[in-house]
């Protein structure tokens, strides 16, 4: 009776590789289900049981699915090229070539003994020269389309990695890898031109299944605004300096102009006397984070030019200043300032005492103005256009400032393109030639893949350029229009390009003549569900539906989104070592998460010195040393164990505690299945569905009817992702059957009818496949069965059998809950409005007061309105 965990998992776990159970082909005739991961970085030695979180339930739902008759693809492979992998090596001192094999190896091993239901025969590795050949060959063809260019910019630059960083790789101002602060360096760089679909990337949003969350965080990074451009002439020059604005109907309270400190005018618009300020100003603002410069509380601060310029629509000059809370990153890098209708505007000029000009009112009167007025109106001061509602004089303005030649309606994006080129080493090489007389050139596609070659020293120079400049061999070529000397680029790209495309690859991954057939691209795809970390919002899921878009347009794909349904999870928080929070601020804002910290007492918190070592709850990391393995538990407790707690303990998407507790709870509950199951095995008969019995007892009547409630259940919970009901739900049952059907006690006389035994071990055994699938495939052999369970069908529930005799009717009064009755299945609305009055909760309510009306709704509740 006792579970041998050890021995069963190691049983299945080999038949299930000898038989390839989860080997999956294109079958027409079968509806397909594609499930997918996030693929991981092989950046550590091995996954932590946070990792689990989402494999795990991922896995359940892909075997729920597959004992529904679908035909499901569900692959793993792994995100090998770029700085996680990288800096992982420089940690260790070793080559990323060797290393990241043996990481991968490691993680696949953990993932199989965690039972989950692979198809490891279209693994895949994006380091692979067989898979960055593809990423390669679609660089080639947003090259060709325009939509991968090469320019000098000022870019995000990490000086501890030593390569550029796209905006979405930068968080607070710090390396999205390892938290150092970055810098601004201009340097030539490589683009994908991701603005160009910036509008569709926005509408799209809307046919998705996402948390609205997740929406809008791309929402909020795509940032569309419509407005206006317009040019101010700077005094005394030909230089415009051009802003956007949003409200180009306050244009004659525009009263100065604050450029970024790091707009490219600056230096050439800051007069001699002022040089010195402005210069002093600039290195301050450079440390600074994007944060801390757009927090609204913090004092303005900024510095004069010594230049004016001219507003267009009425000729006044007005100074150019430098002010920090304007960044290059969004619009012009320059704005028009209206102090009396923007609030960061009304500060600034308070504070270095700059006019401020009333341009709306709320009711076309004129006013003194003794905060911002940000709503629109009625123009006033405003020339001709005075009376004006605010929307009317938008339209009207943008169409002058077009007619006179110095503005236009325009919509401007805070996306930026995504700087794709990194100056290291472990990336895909960029198929591109330098050639002196013919410039950029493309490298044939019969040539690709262009190969990372194998070196010894793969670190950053530090220079600003890649590892690969300094190997002749690599860099010197043969340009392939003139056949002239030419220099290949050095830079790699990075590594989100590979992760951009590789969900399209699993469909067809042993396919070199194209990066998958049209064939299974059309079968397989799109993703039906895909689940990972909300911290890709901006990167990643951007990036890929970007390159989905293009692939679409060119005729390679027949839809245009790539992750129809999106699910994110949640993280297994872990005690670590740390230091005692300075404030409130820093214990719930930091980016360690942390939740709660212990020393010895609740009362002793505040004695604490600030720099002694407590223990915190933090995110499962190695580099916190609090890290639990999965193959350490699934030594102690079993790969079942471990699966039903990491879908029991919490909602998927939320974050839980870690705790050794409750993974022996589920350790017992796993135990207890199976207890119940071998005694059932003597009773079992094939046959049970001929031979139940036609008047029930009232205990077979009482646990069929809950198993029947709970296969219902369980579907409808696992269909939407809420596993730890659903497993609360089998727990239930399971109390009901032991209560129901003891089969552990020898003093039963007479014994349950074996029929209904029957039906609840099978039953129990098909329930408990998805979450404990080892046990679950022990079981079905031992009930007969040759197919493996997770061939066999998902049981059905019977309405008649699962419904209730009795059910609780909610009353309500004037829309508020105020008692319940329980009544009779399918009880008339007079027998309920009877049993409500002879409620003592619901007499009090009613006394002294006239019943206008009652609504009844069948089954769920009565609601009383009165007055």
């Known amino acids: 009776m006792n579970y041998n965990f050890t021995e069963i998992e190691v049983k299945w776990q080999k038949i299930w590789k000898e038989k390839k159970t989860f080997r999956v082909a294109l079958e027409g005739q079968r509806k397909k289900f594609y499930c997918l991961e996030m693929f991981p970085y092989p950046s550590g030695s091995g996954l932590h049981v946070g990792h689990l979180k989402n494999y795990v339930p991922t896995d359940a739902f892909c075997r729920y699915k597959s004992m529904q008759g679908f035909n499901v693809l569900h692959p793993m492979g792994w995100d090998a090229f770029g700085q996680p992998a990288e800096n992982e090596a420089m940690r260790r001192g070793r080559n990323p070539r060797e290393m990241v094999p043996e990481y991968a190896a490691s993680y696949r091993s953990t993932l199989i003994r965690a039972g989950c239901s692979y198809d490891w025969e279209r693994e895949i590795n994006s380091s692979d020269p067989e898979y960055y050949r593809w990423t390669q060959w679609i660089f080639l063809l947003l090259h060709r389309l325009g939509l991968a260019y090469r320019s000098t ?71 569309r605004s419509e407005g206006a451009e317009v040019d101010f002439a700077v005094a005394g ?112 000029a308070k504070k270095f005492k700059l006019p401020i000009r009333q341009v709306v009112s709320r009711d076309g009167t004129t006013y003194n103005l003794e905060s911002a007025e940000i709503l629109e109106g009625i123009a006033v001061n405003s020339s001709e256009w005075s009376g004006l509602p605010t929307a009317e004089f938008k339209q009207t303005i943008g169409r002058w400032l077009e007619d006179k030649g110095i503005g236009r309606p325009t919509v401007n994006y805070r996306l930026r393109d995504w700087l794709i080129s990194r100056q ?93 057939s049209r064939s299974a691209l059309d079968y397989w795809l799109p993703v039906d569900v895909y689940t990972g970390g909300i911290e890709h919002a901006r990167s990643h899921l951007l990036y890929a539906r970007f390159w989905t878009k293009v692939l679409f347009d060119q005729g390679l794909l027949g839809f245009e989104e790539p992750f129809n349904l999106l699910r994110n999870q949640g993280s297994l928080l872990a005690f670590t070592p ?56 699934t030594e102690r407790y079993g790969a079942d164990s471990l699966r039903v707690y990491e879908m029991f303990v919490a909602p998927f998407e939320d974050d839980v505690h870690w705790s050794e507790e409750g993974i022996q709870g589920s350790h017992r509950f796993v135990a207890r299945v199976w207890r119940w199951l071998q005694a059932a095995l003597a009773l079992y008969r094939p046959d049970w569905r001929e031979t139940l019995p036609r008047q029930e007892t009232e205990t077979e009547r009482r646990v069929r009817r809950k198993l029947h409630q709970t ?73 007969g069965r040759c197919e493996s369970v997770y061939r066999a069908p998902w049981p059905p529930f019977d309405p008649v059998v699962a419904a209730a005799e009795a059910v609780n009717v909610m009353i309500q009064v004037n829309g508020k809950i105020k008692d319940k009755v329980r009544v009779a299945l399918d009880c008339d609305e007079e027998t309920v409005k009877q049993e409500a009055m002879r409620s003592e909760k619901i007499k009090q309510l009613l006394s002294g007061r006239q019943v206008v009306k009652m609504i009844f709704i069948k089954n769920k509740m009565l609601s009383i309105v009165c007055k």
């Open 153 to 223: 910019a000022p870019i995000n630059w990490c000086p501890s990695c030593k390569t550029g960083l796209a905006n979405e790789e930068v968080k607070d101002n710090r390396c999205w890898r390892c938290d150092t602060l970055v810098e601004k360096k201009p340097m030539p760089q490589w683009f994908f031109r991701i603005t160009a679909y910036a509008d569709r990337l926005l509408a799209d949003l809307e046919k998705l299944d996402w948390s609205q969350g997740m929406k809008e965080m791309q929402r909020d990074w795509i940032g």
């Open 578 to 633: 740390g230091r005692r929070p300075r404030s409130l601020e820093e214990k719930g804002g930091s980016d360690d998460k942390i939740v709660d910290w212990i020393v010895l007492k609740h009362d002793e918190r505040d004695q604490v010195p600030a720099d002694q070592v407590v223990w915190r709850w933090a995110r499962m990391s190695k580099s916190k040393g609090n890290v639990v393995t999965p193959d350490d538990m």
């Open 237 to 348: 020059s030909d230089v415009k300096i051009r802003v956007f604005t949003t409200r180009p109907d306050t244009l004659f309270g525009a009263t100065f102009i604050v450029l970024a400190p790091e707009h490219p005018l600056v230096a050439q618009l800051t007069t001699a006397t002022q040089q010195r300020k402005v210069n002093a100003y600039v290195r301050k603002a450079q440390g600074e984070s994007e944060i801390d410069r757009l927090n609204a509380t913090r004092s303005k601060t900024g510095v004069f030019t010594g230049t004016d310029a001219i507003n267009p629509v009425n000729g006044e000059r007005i100074p150019i200043w430098i002010a920090d809370y304007v960044l290059m990153g969004y619009g012009t890098g320059a704005i028009m300032c209206v102090p009396g209708h923007d609030v960061r505007d009304f500060e600034f």
């Open 424 to 516: 290291r080493y472990w990336g895909a090489p960029i198929p591109i030639v330098h050639c002196p007389a013919c410039g950029e050139v493309p490298v044939p596609e019969a040539q690709l893949p262009v190969l990372l070659p194998d070196v010894e020293n793969y670190h950053p120079s530090g220079t600003g350029e890649s590892p690969l400049a300094a190997i002749p061999a690599f860099v010197h070529t043969t340009c392939p229009a003139c056949h002239g000397p030419a220099r290949r680029e050095t830079d790699t790209m990075g590594g989100y390009a590979c992760s951009s495309w590789y969900f399209l690859r699993f469909a067809d991954p042993g396919n070199d003549g194209a990066f998958a």
């Open 711 to 783: 296969v219902q259940k369980v579907g409808a919970q696992i269909e939407t992702f809420q596993f730890n009901t659903a497993v609360a739900a089998i727990m239930e049952l399971l109390n009901e059957m032991y209560a129901c059907a003891p089969l552990d006690r020898e003093e039963l006389a007479p014994g349950p009818n074996p029929a209904v035994v029957s039906e609840l071990a099978e039953t129990l055994t098909l329930l408990m496949a998805p979450f404990a699938p080892h046990l679950a495939e022990e079981v079905w052999q031992q009930l």
